[in-house]
């Protein structure tokens, strides 16, 4: 076994950190400490964003014709820019649902136009995107969904309404599963289409979540008319390109470069709280640790198995999983240790690191639910990766 | 043996449960919730007037001369009711302390106003007093902008200051669990002689504290319990995979196991109370052992059931997070978990 990074990539650590120091005015850092006004943060967000892809750190293994770095894959690589960016405590930049799940569908099922318009933006943080997949109806049942779209000459004509649709204000794009075949099965008659958010018939609603952001939407459909080349991949693939996109989504919510920030975080508090010299907080600590180095090097294994080219099986099914409770268990943590303050939240006197804390102790929550529950996320352990029964279908009412 | 609430003691909690869920249904828990301060000011005298604020003060003061065990079935009514109102604080650590003053007039006044609901008088323990002077900032004060006054305490005297007195400032935190509220009291260097002496014990002090963290212990079982309850409800109507969702074990065994660690808890609450009533001398360990326990539960507890309403119980709308933050209140004033089991072990094994 070789868990040592070889050698040549001693001078892309330099490289990295040659970069660090020529952009030094707009790295932004990774971790709790980083917040404020929310403006302010976006701007400094994007403009890191748009520095990475200069510099060929995000979008690394994009072609350069939509806009990105065109490296060869290389995971080692990537893994040998994460820990340096994590060791500098600095941010790799914008993670969401158009840049981590989204393009690397695209790059799979999309048209080669399809690509080169939205691409580019994408990665740069200028074209933002929401998930148009739950319905009131449809959640771990996805593919109960019920938004429709009929054609009608070259124009898909949809209705309907998706619900929990994180940033679908803030987005300029949606991509969403809906309907195209009533008549074909359940999974057949599903196609993945790209829709601007500004098309007329589309109204957003905001709903407010338990963290007091207005984060989730309600999206409703009225006649919204779309070109029929919005789709992504066939007409009628849409339950394959939008499982793809799912695991991306589980990808990004199970990443640990952020819970090894975290976990610092956490140090820095008990340091200044003295708890780190109890034993009590330092076994508390230590489990976590425990739990975080050995996800660290589970992401390694799995790594080696994409390298060459091998099926993980159960390992890859379990990380959204472990992580997302990891990191609500971290934050736990924290707020424990701030005993009374911990009770504060954004905005307040006193409060920690912005209410980062409290937030994303919930935000995990919700990130155990999202990207598929973790109830489903064992049923899908236990079937895919164990290979056990699924239960029994009820008898027809 | 007849372990488990007397029939006085059932009448009582439906009682406060058919008031709160008349008078202080959750759309008038939202109203405090979503203003700004917080403060819902009828629900004193609504409280007084249901006999909730007067369950440890004397019948010959205007209260029902009840003991703990009273106190905890209101705490909890008022956790499930998530009633913003600082139920321990004001209703149990106040009126106990001041039963442990000196007697006298002003002392009987104040209980009065406390039974009456009329007075919101707030403690604050272990007080910054220093050589004659009232000096420094408190934090995480529950009420504090709308005391009337702060009992404060220091080695076990008390000193009741009224809150109108120059050189008290108050600032309001925000905190996370929206239906109570605390805030930072800054003394500039008030002359203690601007206070008033109440007389006071350690020993009366330490009492009130373990009753005040079985309040806090009850209102998190309470929120525990709700929160169960309504997602026991949605499991039984929600349906995905054409099934209602309650019949797939990964969902019911939530719910069984979320029952199976909170149940016991109301056993432990009930002896604990029990105990403070009889000043056994367990008190001191299972005062402490009860809040650290009852509050872990039911942190666990919201965690599992939040899960159950899936994207519902990330939102605000669903009630489940008034239940999920409550519960993080409860567990983080007046000592959490493993401060409190660090407590409980120096007493049992010293
Ligand atoms: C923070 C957050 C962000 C989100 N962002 C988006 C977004 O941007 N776009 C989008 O489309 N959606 C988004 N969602 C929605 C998310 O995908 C759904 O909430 C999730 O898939 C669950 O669906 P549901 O809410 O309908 O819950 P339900 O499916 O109704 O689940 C309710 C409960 O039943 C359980 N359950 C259901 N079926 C089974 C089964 N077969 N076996 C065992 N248990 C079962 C679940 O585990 C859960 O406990 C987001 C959700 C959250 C919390």
Same mark, same amino acid.
């Given at each position: 076994?070789?868990?040592?990074?070889?050698?040549?990539?001693?001078?892309?650590?330099?490289?990295?950190?040659?970069?660090?120091?020529?952009?030094?005015?707009?790295?932004?850092?990774?971790?709790?400490?980083?917040?404020?006004?929310?403006?302010?943060?976006?701007?400094?967000?994007?403009?890191?964003?748009?520095?990475?892809?200069?510099?060929?750190?995000?979008?690394?293994?994009?072609?350069?014709?939509?806009?990105?770095?065109?490296?060869?894959?290389?995971?080692?690589?990537?893994?040998?820019?994460?820990?340096?960016?994590?060791?500098?405590?600095?941010?790799?930049?914008?993670?969401?649902?158009?840049?981590?799940?989204?393009?690397?569908?695209?790059?799979?099922?999309?048209?080669?136009?399809?690509?080169?318009?939205?691409?580019?933006?994408?990665?740069?943080?200028?074209?933002?995107?929401?998930?148009?997949?739950?319905?009131?109806?449809?959640?771990?049942?996805?593919?109960?969904?019920?938004?429709?779209?009929?054609?009608?000459?070259?124009?898909?004509?949809?209705?309907?309404?998706?619900?929990?649709?994180?940033?679908?204000?803030?987005?300029?794009?949606?991509?969403?599963?809906?309907?195209?075949?009533?008549?074909?099965?359940?999974?057949?008659?599903?196609?993945?289409?790209?829709?601007?958010?500004?098309?007329?018939?589309?109204?957003?609603?905001?709903?407010?979540?338990?963290?007091?952001?207005?984060?989730?939407?309600?999206?409703?459909?009225?006649?919204?008319?779309?070109?029929?080349?919005?789709?992504?991949?066939?007409?009628?693939?849409?339950?394959?390109?939008?499982?793809?996109?799912?695991?991306?989504?589980?990808?990004?919510?199970?990443?640990?470069?952020?819970?090894?920030?975290?976990?610092?975080?956490?140090?820095?508090?008990?340091?200044?709280?003295?708890?780190?010299?109890?034993?009590?907080?330092?076994?508390?600590?230590?489990?976590?640790?425990?739990?975080?180095?050995?996800?660290?090097?589970?992401?390694?294994?799995?790594?080696?198995?994409?390298?060459?080219?091998?099926?993980?099986?159960?390992?890859?099914?379990?990380?959204?999983?472990?992580?997302?409770?990891?990191?609500?268990?971290?934050?736990?943590?924290?707020?424990?240790?701030?005993?009374?303050?911990?009770?504060?939240?954004?905005?307040?006197?006193?409060?920690?690191?912005?209410?980062?804390?409290?937030?994303?102790?919930?935000?995990?929550?919700?990130?155990?639910?999202?990207?598929?529950?973790?109830?489903?996320?064992?049923?899908?352990?236990?079937?895919?990766?164990?290979?056990?029964?699924?239960?029994?279908?009820?008898?027809?009412? | 043996?007849?372990?488990?609430?007397?029939?006085?003691?059932?009448?009582?909690?439906?009682?406060?449960?058919?008031?709160?869920?008349?008078?202080?249904?959750?759309?008038?828990?939202?109203?405090?919730?979503?203003?700004?301060?917080?403060?819902?000011?009828?629900?004193?005298?609504?409280?007084?007037?249901?006999?909730?604020?007067?369950?440890?003060?004397?019948?010959?003061?205007?209260?029902?001369?009840?003991?703990?065990?009273?106190?905890?079935?209101?705490?909890?009514?008022?956790? +499930?009711?998530? =009633?913003? @109102?600082? &139920?321990?604080?004001?209703?149990?650590? $106040?009126?106990?302390? %001041?039963? #442990?003053?000196?007697?006298?007039?002003?002392?009987?006044?104040?209980?009065?106003?406390?039974?009456?609901?009329?007075?919101?008088?707030?403690?604050?323990?272990?007080?910054?007093?220093?050589?004659?002077?009232?000096?420094?900032?408190?934090?995480?004060?529950?009420?504090?902008?709308?005391?009337?006054?702060?009992?404060?305490?220091?080695?076990?005297?008390?000193?009741?200051?009224?809150?109108?007195?120059?050189?008290?400032?108050?600032?309001?935190?925000?905190?996370?669990?929206?239906? +109570?509220?605390? =805030?930072? @009291?800054? &003394?500039?260097?008030?002359?203690?002689? $601007?206070?008033?002496? %109440?007389? #006071?014990?350690?020993?009366?002090?330490?009492?009130?504290?373990?009753?005040?963290?079985?309040?806090?212990?009850?209102?998190?079982?309470?929120?525990?319990?709700?929160?169960?309850?309504?997602?026991?409800?949605?499991?039984?109507?929600?349906?995905?995979?054409?099934?209602?969702?309650?019949?797939?074990?990964?969902?019911?065994?939530?719910?069984?196991?979320?029952?199976?660690?909170?149940?016991?808890?109301?056993?432990?609450?009930?002896?604990?109370?029990?105990?403070?009533?009889?000043?056994?001398?367990?008190?001191?360990?299972?005062?402490?052992?009860?809040?650290?326990? $009852?509050?872990?539960?039911?942190?666990?507890?919201?965690?599992?059931?939040?899960?159950?309403?899936?994207?519902?119980?990330?939102?605000?709308?669903?009630?489940?997070?008034?239940?999920?933050?409550?519960?993080?209140?409860?567990?983080?004033?007046?000592?959490?978990?493993?401060?409190?089991?660090?407590?409980?072990?120096?007493?049992?094994?010293?």
């Amino acid at each position: 076994m070789d868990t040592l990074i070889g050698s040549e990539y001693d001078s892309l650590r330099e490289e990295v950190r040659s970069f660090f120091a020529a952009n030094e005015d707009a790295v932004v850092p990774a971790g709790p400490g980083f917040g404020g006004d929310a403006s302010e943060v976006r701007r400094r967000v994007v403009e890191w964003q748009k520095r990475l892809v200069d510099g060929g750190y995000a979008g690394r293994e994009i072609p350069q014709r939509y806009g990105g770095a065109g490296h060869e894959p290389d995971p080692l690589a990537s893994l040998v820019i994460e820990e340096e960016f994590q060791d500098a405590g600095v941010s790799l930049g914008m993670e969401n649902q158009g840049i981590s799940m989204f393009v690397p569908t695209l790059l799979h099922f999309g048209r080669e136009d399809q690509k080169q318009d939205l691409i580019r933006p994408t990665i740069r943080g200028e074209m933002i995107w929401c998930q148009g997949y739950s319905e009131p109806g449809s959640g771990s049942d996805l593919a109960s969904l019920r938004t429709s779209a009929v054609l009608d000459g070259d124009e898909y004509v949809i209705n309907g309404q998706k619900i929990w649709t994180s940033g679908a204000r803030e987005a300029e794009m949606m991509f969403a599963l809906i309907r195209t075949e009533a008549d074909a099965g359940k999974h057949a008659g599903i196609s993945y289409i790209v829709l601007p958010m500004d098309t007329p018939g589309i109204d957003v609603r905001p709903l407010m979540t338990m963290t007091g952001d207005a984060s989730f939407n309600e999206v409703f459909f009225t006649d919204v008319r779309v070109p029929a080349t919005n789709v992504i991949g066939r007409p009628g693939q849409g339950w394959e390109v939008g499982t793809y996109t799912l695991r991306f989504e589980r990808n990004m919510l199970g990443r640990s470069n952020a819970t090894e920030s975290y976990v610092a975080g956490c140090v820095d508090i008990l340091r200044e709280t003295g708890l780190i010299d109890s034993p009590v907080y330092r076994d508390r600590l230590l489990k976590l640790e425990g739990r975080v180095q050995a996800m660290k090097y589970h992401q390694l294994r799995l790594l080696t198995d994409r390298l060459k080219k091998r099926d993980s099986g159960a390992g890859g099914l379990i990380v959204k999983l472990n992580n997302c409770q990891l990191n609500y268990d971290i934050c736990a943590l924290a707020i424990d240790a701030m005993a009374e303050r911990g009770v504060l939240k954004r905005g307040s006197k006193h409060v920690r690191d912005y209410g980062n804390w409290q937030r994303n102790y919930m935000y995990a929550l919700g990130l155990i639910i999202g990207g598929g529950t973790a109830q489903i996320q064992k049923n899908i352990i236990g079937e895919r990766g164990l290979g056990l029964p699924r239960e029994p279908k009820p008898a027809a009412a | 043996m007849d372990f488990g609430l007397t029939q006085p003691q059932e009448l009582l909690r439906d009682s406060i449960a058919r008031f709160l869920a008349q008078d202080v249904g959750i759309e008038r828990v939202r109203r405090a919730m979503d203003s700004e301060s917080g403060r819902d000011e009828a629900i004193h005298g609504q409280l007084g007037d249901q006999g909730i604020t007067g369950l440890l003060i004397d019948m010959d003061l205007g209260g029902s001369e009840l003991g703990m065990q009273e106190a905890a079935i209101a705490a909890q009514e008022l956790g +499930r009711a998530a =009633a913003p @109102v600082n &139920f321990h604080s004001a209703y149990v650590l $106040a009126p106990l302390l %001041l039963a #442990g003053a000196d007697a006298g007039d002003r002392r009987s006044a104040l209980l009065e106003g406390i039974a009456e609901g009329r007075s919101l008088i707030t403690p604050i323990l272990d007080a910054p007093i220093d050589d004659g002077r009232i000096d420094g900032a408190v934090l995480y004060v529950p009420d504090a902008p709308w005391s009337d006054a702060f009992l404060l305490e220091s080695g076990g005297s008390l000193h009741l200051l009224d809150a109108s007195i120059p050189g008290i400032d108050i600032e309001p935190l925000e905190t996370v669990d929206d239906t +109570r509220r605390v =805030a930072e @009291v800054t &003394f500039s260097g008030i002359d203690l002689g $601007a206070a008033e002496s %109440l007389g #006071g014990s350690a020993d009366s002090t330490r009492r009130a504290v373990h009753a005040a963290r079985i309040a806090l212990a009850a209102d998190a079982l309470g929120a525990a319990q709700k929160g169960l309850h309504i997602s026991v409800e949605y499991a039984k109507e929600r349906k995905q995979f054409e099934r209602i969702i309650g019949s797939f074990q990964a969902v019911k065994h939530i719910c069984a196991e979320v029952l199976a660690e909170v149940d016991p808890v109301q056993s432990l609450l009930w002896h604990t109370a029990d105990a403070w009533d009889g000043e056994s001398d367990e008190i001191d360990h299972l005062a402490p052992l009860l809040k650290a326990h $009852a509050t872990e539960v039911a942190s666990t507890a919201v965690t599992m059931t939040t899960q159950v309403f899936g994207g519902m119980g990330f939102t605000h709308e669903c009630d489940m997070h008034i239940f999920y933050k409550r519960a993080g209140y409860d567990r983080q004033m007046m000592g959490n978990p493993t401060a409190l089991r660090e407590q409980a072990a120096a007493v049992m094994y010293a």
